[in-house]
């Protein structure tokens, strides 16, 4: 797999290319003289490697391949030419499980869709949905997780912000494409519930453990599915993964913002494992996808969350903690 240094030199790239694009057109994407709308351009794709906002992907559109994470229907509505649709509850939810004879990876379904999309293990790769959220996130850690070695960035402020602007759109159907991908997994950034037990004891967590999910859920109090017990990870700390999402922007917080959020308040340290999770890990991916890009060493998402800890007992190691008022609870932007 290549390495942080290697990816973002290709971006840079790209970038360049970019550039010298739009100034020789004079002009920002295709709206021509009118004025960009709000998240064209966003603090976090200046900072990230793994952001990229619409006027970006205006000027490399033709260099990246392109994923869309919202539904059906309003991919077939309107998408970004040369975009496949992702589904999400078909595939993104299904390609691994916590099972009695512990955790399994089925990629086959996933691989088989990236073939289709024409993408390769080593192409760069923009993942978007209607704005920023958790299924665009949860898309990208997948892909990590199969161990995919070009770039997968976000798109900041997604297909809306896109549209708004004025650039080409499309409903046709993109042809199918003529790839093989082939998945190397990289379970390095997947925290196993064994994992999580090893790092947990009656009383605290070894290595820092974020609760993504609401409050009320971490007390215990909104109870979600059909399990036995409800409240959260003994040890871990709840940080509502909405917290890094600027909502009325339809983009991630800058990065200034999510600085104060993650490593000021929530007092995390690059060099430390850190585990995320929620209910499915899907809220948890917007999590990890923050602390990768600020550079973490070791951040892992657990991948049951808690549909898996809240079937599971003490008396074989899965510690809980559960009533209002327990634990930690951040809420620099609640």
């Known amino acids: 797999m290549q390495d942080r240094q290697t990816r973002t030199s290709r971006r840079a790239v790209l970038a360049s290319a970019g550039a010298a694009i739009a100034a020789t057109a004079g002009c920002l994407g295709s709206s021509g003289d009118s004025e960009p709308p709000a998240a064209y351009t966003t603090p976090a794709a200046a900072e990230f490697d793994g952001v990229v906002d619409s006027q970006w992907l205006s000027e490399n559109l033709e260099d990246v391949h392109l994923l869309d994470v919202r539904d059906e229907g309003a991919f077939g509505d309107a998408h970004i030419p040369g975009a496949h649709h992702f589904p999400d509850s078909e595939m993104l939810d299904s ?3 916590e099972t009695p004879d512990g955790f399994e990876v089925s990629p086959d379904v996933i691989a088989w869709t990236l073939s289709q999309a024409g993408i390769e293990s080593g192409d760069d790769v923009v993942v978007y949905g209607a704005e920023s959220n958790l299924w665009e996130t949860y898309a990208i850690y997948t892909l990590n997780a199969l161990g995919h070695e070009g770039q997968v960035s976000l798109l900041d402020g997604g297909f809306t912000v896109w549209d708004a602007a004025g650039e080409e759109t499309t409903g046709s ?8 991908y082939e998945p190397e997994l990289d379970t390095g950034v997947v925290a196993t519930r064994e994992f999580v037990a090893e790092n947990v004891d009656e009383s605290d967590a070894s290595v820092p453990i974020l609760d993504m999910r609401s409050p009320a859920e971490y007390y215990g109090v909104d109870q979600r599915g059909d399990l036995g017990r409800f409240g959260h990870v003994t040890g871990a700390t709840n940080l509502n993964f909405v917290q890094s999402i600027d909502d009325e922007a339809g983009r991630l917080r800058t990065p200034e913002e999510l600085e104060t959020l993650w490593i000021d308040d929530a007092d995390l340290s690059r ?7 929620c209910q499915t890990a899907i809220r948890a991916s917007v999590g990890w996808f923050v602390l990768d890009q600020f550079g973490f060493e070791d951040v892992r998402n657990y991948e049951g969350s808690w549909a898996d800890w809240g079937t599971l007992s003490e008396e074989n190691g899965y510690y809980y903690t559960t009533g209002e008022d327990t634990g930690t609870v951040i809420d620099t932007f609640a």
Request: charged share 30%; aromatic share 12%; hydrophobic share 30%.
């Open 173 to 180: 159907s993109p042809e199918s494409g003529d790839a093989t």
């Open 95 to 97: 390609y691994a499980e």
């Open 271 to 277: 060099d430390e494992t850190v585990v995320a999770y």
